[in-house]
């Protein structure tokens, strides 16, 4: 992608946005996009046709404790097939031309118009970022604590520090996992890492696209089910909107009228069109399917492929499932707005509505952990819902990647009214106002306008 996409062509593509989540891929896989990518099957040969997503060959690495991670000749032709699929005529096209394409196409134009002259938010945001450590880089302590304690070599350390990454996600996210599982099934999205982090202005450091291709290759054989294939396949529908979203910001024709464009290409992108593009940018469909796939959630596992229907009958599920990346926007606001972030929901609220389209989001979001919990639609999942994205929010909180701390250390020590903003010391509980928040039913936290 080498040019920003018609406005007019953008108008036609938006919608209609799904309405179910077996319906998620519809408007960006065609025909021959899915064709291309039902070759895409994770676990070794014979074991077609399992449900769900189980362990069907044992490790023998030990998350902390090994010297390095096993090799898999089998897990790197898997890994080679899925990165041959990833940028292959069919994918690519497919997703070039998709709905969730066209709303980033708008989204970008409004980051744009953020981000340019005279824009006094702007310029706050901006103010706020260059006070805080920029962000990436922190694989590199990281490597060198496991070098020091048990890695065979810095190669190694670096192998089993990307798969620890995502173990400690699942750990956290889905606390009713159990043992290998939650260590194996990781590697489908290390391969997601390799897209989304290596190259990046905020790249994590540790190592190029093949490092993390060779972390995944285990995982991607010792897991097999229908959940896993289909996930394997949708993280490449994933890793091909994460592709097409950074070359249409790195696109050499910027906008020469960016306001002109999204009048044109039909107006900010509405909560509802958001989402669905950040699903996929997020990896939602592919995350939630392998674990809700998997043995200890598989009450919520509608057709033994991992569809968890109820998370789009039931507004309550479907909000708590989205707090998952809101703490991502809250969390990394700043440093997205420093980056260029295309996709972060809070940034695009304050572009499309003002600053006061923010103001008590985070006690909306708490809120929603509420609601989710004294639900009583009769669906299954609320409890397990609540679990995943309390974990979530520990887990932003604690790992070295957003420097939450850092953060709040930095901006407490800078000059103005930051300080007694942001200082933890002067912190005061939130409980009031998160008892004071009530949310109107529906999907999204905003209305149509932000």
Not at 249 to 278: I, V
Request: with cysteine; hydrophobic share 40%; charged share 20%.
């Amino acid at each position: 992608m080498d040019r920003f996409p018609d406005p007019l062509v953008v108008r036609q593509r938006r919608g209609p946005v799904p309405d179910s989540l077996a319906g998620l891929a519809d408007g960006l896989a065609d025909q021959a996009c899915r064709q291309r990518l039902a070759r895409l099957t994770m676990g070794p040969p014979g074991h077609t046709g399992l449900d769900g997503a189980q362990v069907v060959t044992a490790t023998d690495y030990r998350p902390y404790e090994s010297l390095g991670i096993p090799s898999s000749p089998v897990g790197d032709r898997l890994c080679a097939e899925f990165m041959d699929a990833l940028v292959s005529d069919e994918v690519t096209k497919s997703i070039q031309e998709s709905g969730p394409m066209a709303i980033l196409a708008a989204t970008d134009a409004i980051r744009q118009i953020l981000a340019g002259p005279d824009n006094t938010v702007g310029e706050g945001l901006a103010a706020l970022a260059a006070a805080i450590p920029a962000k990436g880089g922190e694989a590199g302590p990281i490597i060198a604590e496991y070098v020091a304690r048990h890695a065979m070599d810095e190669t190694q350390a670096t192998l089993m520090a990307l798969r620890d990454y995502w173990g400690s996600i699942n750990t956290f996210w889905l606390p009713r996992g159990t043992g290998d599982f939650l260590d194996l099934f990781g590697a489908v999205f290390i391969l997601a890492s390799a897209i989304d982090y290596v190259g990046a202005s905020d790249d994590s450091g540790a190592g190029g696209r093949e490092v993390h291709v060779k972390a995944a290759t285990e995982g991607t054989v010792a897991v097999a089910g229908r959940s896993a294939d289909l996930a394997l396949q949708e993280t490449a529908l994933t890793c091909g909107v994460m592709l097409a979203k950074d070359a249409l910001r790195h696109a050499p024709d910027r906008l020469p009228d960016p306001r002109r464009y999204l009048a044109d290409a039909s107006g900010a992108p509405t909560p509802h069109e958001y989402m669905w593009a950040r699903w996929w940018d997020a990896a939602m469909l592919p995350y939630f399917r392998l674990g809700f796939g998997s043995s200890p959630y598989r009450m919520l596992d509608d057709d033994g492929a991992g569809t968890f229907n109820v998370s789009f009958r039931c507004h309550r599920i479907r909000r708590a499932i989205d707090n998952s990346y809101r703490y991502n926007e809250i969390i990394g606001i700043l440093t997205d707005y420093a980056h260029g972030e295309t996709c972060n929901e809070a940034l695009l609220a304050i572009a499309a509505g003002g600053v006061r389209a923010v103001t008590g989001y985070a006690a909306a979001c708490a809120r929603v952990v509420d609601d989710v919990l004294t639900c009583d639609c009769g669906g299954d999942g609320h409890e397990e819902v609540a679990e995943t994205v309390m974990g979530g929010l520990a887990w932003h909180l604690v790992t070295p990647r957003y420097g939450v701390r850092a953060q709040l250390h930095a901006l407490s020590s800078t000059a103005g009214d930051f300080p007694r903003m942001f200082s933890l010391r002067a912190a005061k509980p939130q409980f009031g106002s998160i008892a004071r928040t009530r949310l109107a039913d529906g999907e999204t936290l905003h209305g149509p306008g932000w």
